[in-house]
């Protein structure tokens, strides 16, 4: 009997959320190319050792696709395996909202949350005005996948209100790095009421955590700080996404 309608979705979708052809995939289940090709057309009855190969190679279950470790569909749908290489501490570059000649650094950590199959974040910040009044945030939030595009949404908010990261991924392990978009909502002090802002933004990923220093997160004048390197990010990210602050 050919093999289940429903697992060769799984299957073929887990294929490309890896990036696997049939030839690639073979070779990770050490299987014969025409034994996967036949499988996927639905040409055989596979053995049962065969199925298990292949849905061991892509790290689904084979009866139960609630255990397959999939992200919901609305984050992408993604697998653990597929992301995992951009779990870890970085850094977060943008501009300040409040102030055009300053740069913001702030914590991110990217987590995995194996309950819910899915990758998350958190960013945490302590800013000291000049007064040493001091300003603390912290923002949680999911991360979207979407396939084929190579385009990561990191997104949080509460109460209906939204904030969100757009980036692409540059670089590989160890040093990994994102450039893009943030768009949120930022309070006016002096009105006491919000409006919408964006700002470029670049992620650097810290490859050791002995590098982290208090002192390189908070508020900054931009010819003062530490990593001129990060002003030059910014200024990429915003030939794409706003060349008008060039």
């Known amino acids: 009997m050919p093999p289940r309608n429903d697992l060769i979705d799984r299957v073929t979708a887990a294929m490309a959320r890896a ?4 030839l690639a995939l073979a070779a990770r289940a050490n299987l014969d190319r025409k034994t996967v090709d036949e499988f996927l057309k639905q040409k055989s009855t596979p053995r049962n050792n065969t199925v298990k190969r292949i849905c061991d190679a892509l790290s689904i279950n084979e009866t139960d696709s609630s255990s397959d470790g999939l ?4 984050l992408g749908g993604y697998h653990a395996s597929a992301v995992s290489h951009i779990l870890g501490e970085y850094v977060m570059f943008r501009r300040s909202f409040d102030y055009p000649d300053r740069v913001i650094a702030s914590r991110f950590l990217i987590f995995h949350d194996e309950p819910r199959s899915i990758f998350r974040f958190k960013e945490y910040q302590l800013n000291k005005s000049p007064d040493g009044e001091e300003f ?7 991360i979207s996948v979407p396939q084929d595009l190579g385009i990561y949404h990191f997104v949080s908010g509460q109460g209906g209100a939204k904030r969100m990261l757009s980036v692409k991924i540059l670089g590989r392990d160890p040093s990994i790095s994102f450039r893009g978009v943030l768009c949120a909502i930022n309070v006016d002090l002096s009105h006491g009421n919000f409006f919408p802002c964006v700002s470029p933004v670049y ?5 050791d955590e002995s590098l982290i220093e208090d002192d390189m997160y908070g508020s900054f004048l931009i010819d003062e700080f530490w990593n001129q390197e990060s002003i030059k990010e910014l200024k990429k990210a915003s030939a794409v996404c706003m060349p008008q602050w060039l």
């Open 71 to 74: 992200a919901p569909e609305e």
């Open 136 to 142: 603390k945030y912290v923002n949680v939030g999911d």
């Open 19 to 22: 990036g696997l052809s049939s």
């Open 203 to 207: 992620l650097s990923k810290i490859p």
